[in-house]
């Protein structure tokens, strides 16, 4: 996936590892990841097109059983699994691809979130096989919760083992999930939502989702991991947050294309207006930025790259700011009809909304990065 120009070097001398600073990267799928895309965009294509989602937003289920079931079929949920615990045996680049599409479709499955869970499950300090075979299988569902900041979830040991007071949210899937992964400042754990009861499906802008808050007093949970389980949750959050921003920003910029060249205004094409070619071409250069950022950080986290927190939060700064500019991009140039619901732009707009703020903002995401990068500096590693 990750390539250098010409002129360019693998590594310095020292045995550096790739680094996004070097300046001379080009970025391109493999023919298997190709594949791996056009079979995941085929199967979307019959089960996600349009009207299928609208048929699902009208129909007020949490999420679309059917697709969620052709994933299950296909192995999605265990892509970034090893073979040996029941996935693929592929990785977060390959994930990041079916996210992606994911995003270009406006999909209304709970993918990440199960993904996600799956993924703390499995670098648990005490994994549970169950677990793994049941969300890798799809037959469980599981969601992510990630809480910081004064109001953060806490976690303390009982007489009985841990407990988790707070409130976390909202959270996709918290509604129809078995298990929630819930981060706290401390450590991951994990909570059978079967058991203790399920949080009510609360009303949202974006239809496609299922979101609620998942209120914890008390209730039982398991330990999966300390710190660097949090930093490794909200790595992959942040890279696979990123990647839905991508795929739902890049349809955007296709529909908007579209659009101004069918739209006839004075006789010609809008597309023709000087106006609406720069900001045209202003959405390609945040969307080219979004997929560069995003892949990079995709291969970071696949490669298990010592910058791989930089890149996570480098990838969701640039995602969330960008989203803003092309979905307000695409609505100027759609005019009144971009406002309306009979018009899909609603769909992907509501989505990044919800989007950009998950697993931390632009801002959150700053200053994650700049502590990254201080801390490169006082260890004397230098930035680049």
Do not use: N
Not at 329 to 349: K, N, R, V
């Amino acid at each position: 996936m990750l390539r250098y120009g010409s002129g360019a070097r693998p590594a310095d001398s020292d045995g550096r590892r790739p680094s996004i600073y070097d300046g001379a990267m080009e970025f391109e799928l493999s023919d298997d990841q190709l594949a791996l895309r056009d079979a995941a965009r085929g199967l979307l294509d019959d089960l996600a097109d349009h009207d299928a989602v609208r048929a699902h937003v009208a129909s007020g289920q949490p999420f679309d059983a059917s697709l969620w079931a052709g994933m299950a079929e296909q192995g999605w949920l265990g892509v970034a699994l090893p073979e040996g615990q029941g996935g693929l045996g592929l990785g977060w680049v390959e994930a990041v691809v079916l996210v992606e599409e994911l995003g270009r479709h406006a999909a209304p499955v709970p993918f990440l979130p199960s993904l996600l869970a799956l993924s703390m499950v499995a670098l648990a300090d005490d994994p549970r096989p169950a677990w793994l075979a049941d969300l890798a299988s799809g037959e469980r569902i599981g969601c992510a919760a990630w809480s910081h900041g004064p109001s953060a979830v806490t976690a303390r040991r009982g007489a009985d083992g841990w407990e988790l007071s707070g409130r976390a949210g909202p959270v996709e899937a918290a509604a129809v999930a078995d298990i929630a992964v819930v981060a706290t400042p401390t450590g991951v754990f994990a909570v059978d939502l079967a058991a203790v009861g399920r949080p009510r499906q609360e009303p949202a802008m974006d239809l496609t989702r299922c979101l609620s808050w998942l209120d914890l007093d008390g209730a039982p949970a398991i330990r999966l991991g300390g710190e660097e389980l949090v930093d490794a949750l909200l790595d992959l959050a942040a890279v696979g947050t990123s990647a839905s921003l991508l795929g739902g920003c890049d349809r955007v910029l296709e529909m908007s294309v579209q659009y101004a060249k069918d739209r006839v205004q004075f006789g010609q094409p809008i597309g023709s207006f000087q106006a609406i070619k720069h900001r045209s071409a202003d959405m390609v250069v945040d969307v080219e930025g979004m997929r560069s950022t995003t892949w990079y950080a995709a291969w970071a986290l696949a490669a298990d790259d010592g910058d791989r927190s930089i890149a996570a939060s480098t990838a969701k700064t640039w995602c969330s700011d960008a989203a803003k500019r092309v979905m307000a991009s695409a609505l100027q140039i759609h005019g009144g009809i971009g406002f309306t619901w009979e018009h899909d732009l609603h769909l992907f707009l509501k989505r990044s909304q919800f989007e950009r703020v998950s697993y931390g903002d632009a801002s959150y995401h700053r200053e994650r990065l700049s502590g990254r990068l201080r801390a490169r500096l006082d260890s004397g590693a230098g930035l680049f």
